[in-house]
């Protein structure tokens, strides 16, 4: 399905939901496509509300995946704070959310948390994803 369904959202809400023909919010995967090719490979608790976060959030904390995006292409030594406090990272920021925004996305519901750890990883391996990244800190 298109992220652009998602656009605007601020949480899983009943109309969001709606999309994805579900009443309530999901553990599960979720894989973001570019020109049917998997990038990332994600899990969460809430699937639905998570997906919206990446999109639609301007924070680092939530939009982990746009901010680590944004650094490939705008590399820095800054603390990430500081990185959303500056105009040229923060443009990159968005522009790579824009760009997010453009792609599919795709998702399976997993409730056992030990399969959907897995699963991430093995989908992660399988899809060649190029943003994931399983490096401890």
Same mark, same amino acid.
């Given at each position: 399905m298109s992220t652009v369904d998602f656009v605007g959202f601020r949480s899983a809400t009943r109309t969001a939901l709606g999309?994805?023909? *579900?009443?309530?919010d999901f553990p599960g995967c979720y894989v973001f496509l570019r020109a049917g090719t998997a990038i990332y490979v994600g899990i969460s608790r809430g699937v639905v509300n998570r997906i919206i976060q990446h999109i639609n959030s301007d924070t680092h904390y939530s939009a982990s995946l746009v901010y680590r995006m944004a650094c490939n292409e705008h590399p820095h *030594?800054?603390?990430?704070?500081?990185?959303? *406090?500056?105009d040229q990272f923060r443009t990159?920021?968005?522009?790579?959310? =824009?760009? +997010?925004? !453009?792609?599919?996305?795709?998702?399976? !519901?997993?409730? =056992?948390d030990l399969e959907l750890? +897995?699963?991430e990883v093995y989908a992660a391996m399988k899809l060649h994803t190029v943003l994931n990244t399983f490096r401890t800190h």
């Open positions: 999309r994805v023909d *579900k009443p309530t *030594k800054m603390r990430r704070d500081e990185a959303m *406090k500056h990159a920021f968005f522009s790579v959310q =824009n760009r +997010l925004r !453009e792609m599919s996305v795709a998702f399976i !519901e997993i409730h =056992n750890y +897995l699963f």
